[in-house]
């Protein structure tokens, strides 16, 4: 076989490749949104006042009872959209950060940088009183301050993954330690909203703060496509993508930037939502299993992921209502348990 005909067969093989792999995240996708869809719909029609699916449209479009249009409108639209777009934004910065790490548990609610987002909002109710966009504000100041704190102290002539990941998990230790004396402080009508930031929830996103996190998200989503490139290369390990012409430090800290501005802004709203960002992605790469980072994927997983554990929260969970935080922690402290365990055998 001559070497035109290798070369091309090779090309022919690695083309097919490709195209499976893209066919295979396209599917994975798909069916996150049908679920988003599936889970959306029940959110809609199910509830205090059931509605029917031709009261839910038209409340949806503006028409028919009015009250049936305040029900869909003002409540349970927005806390859909604010579901999928918080969740979305946790995903996808889960997946940027671990896989710019290489470090499946370097997830930003891991490394602390969620919880300083608490940590910011609270003092912001607590010691400023402050509400609405001004206290997201402040979570999204405390969310950037612990990241800039664990970069400057886990920098040494470049970054060092698993330095990261120690010095994040000392962090968010210490970051819990504050909430918790901040909450043993508080006063009794302060609590519950105090604990609301430190859970997590959806519930009271809308209008103008709704609006302002999916246009902060759908940006940051654009700019990661941008360094998406990088994330292939940066898997082989640093040598291998400086061989490949990536400037490694330079991708890792834009990667790393753009992670942590989706947690901040997804915190600053919704508070910490806790291992959306740990178990979206680790779902997303064993559906898509193509070795890469599931970008895509994940933000689709973790859109449906918090959709869904906002629903169960409302509706499903032995009878009482809870916030989505909860939730997902129920769902990721088991799965953190079984990764630190299944980490330890393939160590030995």
Known sequence: MSTVTTAATTASVVAGLRTARRRRQIVVVAGMVLLVLAAGTGALLVGAAGLTPGQAIAGALGLG???DVFIIQMLR????EAAVVIGAAFGLAGALSQST???????PDILGISSGASLGA???LLVLGLSGVALSGLAFTGAVAVA?????????????SIRFVLVGVGFAYLCSSLLAWAM???QEHEAAAVLLWVVGSVSDIRGEQLALVAAGTLVLGVAVTIVARTQGPLSLGDDNARALGVRVDAARVG???LAVALVALATSAAGPLAFVSLVAPAIARRLVNDGGAALAASAATGAALTLVAD???QHGLLGVAAPVGVVTGLVGAPYLLWLLATNEKRSR
């Open 122 to 124: 609270v003092v912001g």
């Open 148 to 160: 800039i704190a664990i970069w400057l102290l886990a920098w040494r002539k470049g970054l060092h």
């Open 311 to 313: 629903v169960i929260g």
């Open 65 to 67: 009872d009015p009250g």
């Open 77 to 80: 639209l927005p806390r859909i």
């Open 255 to 257: 990667s790393l930037l």
């Open 184 to 186: 043993a402080r508080s």
């Open 101 to 107: 790490l290489r470090n499946p548990l370097a997830s």
